[in-house]
């Protein structure tokens, strides 16, 4: 049974930072990009950063570049999003998700594996 399972989500205040976690199971993700997404209340889900397993990162939203980084750690199975520099409007659900090939890594709907997210609050 493949599972995405996200943690490391809280409340900080603006300024500062969170690292997320993303632990993998069930299969081997070595050909699939891993990609971070997010959804606010009233939103659609966006896409944050997407990362291949051998390749390293291969993109991000304009809104978090520089900001946030993505990274991967192939002996854990695990992703993480290192957010820094957090501003109110970062406050979201976030998932991490999983797709084959690199293709259209921006789109929430090429990916077919999900997790359940894990909520961020950053106060002004």
């Known amino acids: 049974q493949v599972q995405l399972v996200e943690s490391g989500g809280g409340l900080v205040q603006g300024g500062g930072s969170l690292r997320l976690s993303c632990a993998t199971s069930g299969r081997t993700f070595r050909d699939y990009v891993m990609g971070w997404f997010r959804q606010a209340p009233g939103k659609e889900r966006e896409f944050v950063a997407a990362?291949?397993?051998?390749?390293?990162?291969?993109g991000y939203a304009d809104s978090v570049r520089g900001r946030f980084t993505i990274s991967r750690d192939n002996a854990k199975n695990t992703v993480y999003l290192q957010m820094n520099s957090l501003k109110p409007e970062d406050t979201a659900v976030y998932y991490c998700?999983?797709?084959?090939?690199?293709?259209?890594?921006?789109?929430?709907?090429?990916?077919?594996?999900w997790g359940q997210g894990t909520q961020v609050t950053v106060s002004s």
């Open positions: 990362s291949t397993w051998s390749g390293g990162s291969i």
């Open positions: 998700a999983a797709k084959y090939g690199s293709t259209r890594y921006a789109s929430a709907n090429q990916y077919a594996y």
